[in-house]
């Protein structure tokens, strides 16, 4: 008797999904993490960016008295983003407190599931920093809080739930 064979058995059919299934996972797990880095690198560099712009500004914007701004980068800890705000030149008011004549400039947005995951202030961990760039020189003013001044900040951004050293990059800040 000859048996007539057109087609796969549910075995043959199971194989060969498990096989795809199991190469594309060796492509995409790799491909997941490397994505990752990348944004951690992206979300540095807009750091970077950002700090630069804010010595910038305070060298040569002025408001609308044509008196030169001071320029504030808040950075609190676990937030995917940075807060830049302006200062009138001679404010001698509360830093931290952001009202009055303080505008916000702009929210610097980092990378999705990026964030600011340590900031340290002298070897102190802290939740909060102001990178206080004075006019006309942008001259740095680190403050961790209202009264104390510090010379070095280091800011560790990093990807949401990362326990891994490689998904994040540090930022060292001097005076």
């Known amino acids: 008797m000859i048996k007539n064979t057109k087609g796969f058995t549910l075995i043959e059919i199971m194989i060969v999904i ?3 299934w199991f190469l594309t996972m060796l492509v995409a797990v790799p491909y997941n993490f490397y994505s990752n880095i990348s944004k951690v690198r992206i979300s540095k560099e807009i750091i970077d960016q950002s700090i630069s712009d804010a010595i910038s500004s305070a060298n040569w914007r002025t408001n609308t008295d044509n008196k030169n701004i001071n320029i504030g980068l808040y950075l609190e800890k676990w937030r995917w983003e940075i807060l830049s705000y302006s200062y009138p030149y001679n404010y001698t008011w509360s830093l931290f407190n952001f009202e009055w004549d303080i505008k916000l400039l ?3 947005k980092l990378e999705s599931f990026v964030q600011l995951s ?3 202030v002298d070897s ?3 939740d909060k920093v102001l990178l206080y760039y004075k006019a006309p020189g942008g001259q740095l003013t ?4 209202e009264n104390s001044t510090w010379s070095t900040s280091d800011i560790i951004v990093g990807f949401q739930w990362a326990s891994d050293w490689v998904l994040s990059k540090e930022i060292k800040i001097k005076n």
């Open 142 to 145: 680190i403050y961790k809080d």
């Open 118 to 120: 340590k900031i340290k």
């Open 124 to 126: 102190n961990d802290t």
């Open 18 to 20: 498990t096989i795809i």
């Open 106 to 108: 702009k929210t610097i």
